[in-house]
C-alpha cells in the first residue's frame, strides 16, 4: 500500500492569485462591504443580497477558502465576519505592487510561471 499523496503547499504567487480571484466578483465584493460592519447572519446576507441560497453559499466559499471571511455556526444558522488579518495580507500586497521597482531579483509579474530562457551552447 502506498502513503497518500500530499498536495504541495501553494506558492505565494498561487495564494495571491486566489485573494485576488476571490475579489474579482461584484457579489463578493458586496460581501465583504457588509461585513465592514461587523458579523452577520447568513440569512441577512441572503437578504439583503436578494441571493438564492445556492449561489450566496457558493461565493461565501470562495471567501472563506481564500481566508477573507471566517464563519461560525449558531444552531441552525451561519455567521460570517471578516478575517482582518487576511484583508491586512491584501492591503500590504496592494501596496507593494504599488512601489516602483521589488525586491532584487524577484521576477516581474509577467515572468512568473515561465521557464528561464536558454542559453546558447558555446561550441
Known amino acids: 500500500m502506498t502513503a497518500a499523496r500530499r498536495r ?3 506558492t505565494v504567487a498561487a495564494q495571491r492569485a486566489e485573494l485576488f480571484h476571490a475579489l474579482s466578483d461584484e457579489t463578493r465584493l458586496a460581501i465583504l462591504e457588509m461585513l465592514r460592519g461587523g458579523e452577520r447572519c447568513v440569512c ?3 437578504d439583503d443580497l436578494d441571493a438564492a441560497q445556492s449561489r450566496l453559499s457558493f461565493h461565501l466559499k ?7 471571511v471566517r464563519d461560525r455556526k449558531a444552531g441552525r444558522w451561519s455567521y460570517y465576519a471578516l ?3 487576511r484583508v491586512a495580507e491584501v492591503e500590504a500586497y496592494a501596496r507593494e505592487l504599488a ?3 521589488g525586491p532584487v531579483g524577484a521576477p516581474a509579474l509577467h515572468q512568473i510561471g515561465r521557464q528561464p530562457p536558454r542559453r546558447p551552447r558555446a561550441s
Open 99 to 101: 512601489r516602483p521597482g
Open 62 to 68: 470562495v471567501l472563506r477558502e481564500a481566508g477573507l
Open 44 to 46: 441577512d446576507l441572503q
Open 83 to 85: 478575517n482582518p488579518e
Open 8 to 10: 504541495p503547499e501553494p
